[in-house]
C-alpha cells in the first residue's frame, strides 16, 4: 500500500514563494503529481510529473509560476511555488497514478493547506 505524506504548507504574502514536498513509501508510481481544493471549490489538477521527468501543468493558473520536480532515488515529489496570489489559497494534495495522475488517482495524500494573504 502506497502512502503519500505532504509537508511545507503554510501561510505566506501575496507575491512570496513556498515549497511543497511528498513522501512516498511502500511503492513507487510512475506518475505524480499535485492537485488543491479551495474552499467550496471542486478539487482541481495543478501539475504532473512522469517518472522520466516529463511534466504537464494547468496552463492556464499556475504555468511560469509553478515548478514539480520528483527524486525518484528518495521517492519524493516537490511543488516550487513563487509569485504566489491569494486565489492559490487552498489544501494541496499529493497524489499517485500507475497510469497518468491527470486522469486517475490511485492513492492521495492527506493534504496541506496553503493560504496567501492579500
Do not use: H
Not at 26 to 49: C, D, H, N, Y
Amino acid at each position: 500500500q502506497v502512502q503519500l505524506i505532504e509537508s511545507g504548507g503554510g501561510l505566506v504574502q501575496a507575491g512570496g514563494s513556498l515549497r511543497l514536498s511528498c513522501a512516498a513509501s511502500g511503492g513507487t508510481l510512475s506518475s505524480m503529481g499535485w492537485f488543491r481544493q479551495a474552499p467550496g471549490k471542486e478539487r482541481e489538477f495543478v501539475a504532473a510529473i512522469s517518472w522520466s521527468g516529463v511534466t504537464t501543468y494547468d496552463s492556464y493558473s499556475v504555468k511560469g509560476r509553478f515548478t514539480i520536480s520528483r527524486d525518484n532515488a528518495k521517492n519524493t515529489m516537490s511543488l516550487q511555488m513563487n509569485s504566489l496570489k491569494p486565489e492559490d489559497t487552498a489544501v494541496y494534495y499529493c497524489a499517485a497514478s500507475a497510469g497518468f495522475v491527470r486522469k486517475e488517482v490511485d492513492y492521495w495524500g492527506q493534504g496541506t493547506q496553503v493560504t496567501v494573504s492579500s
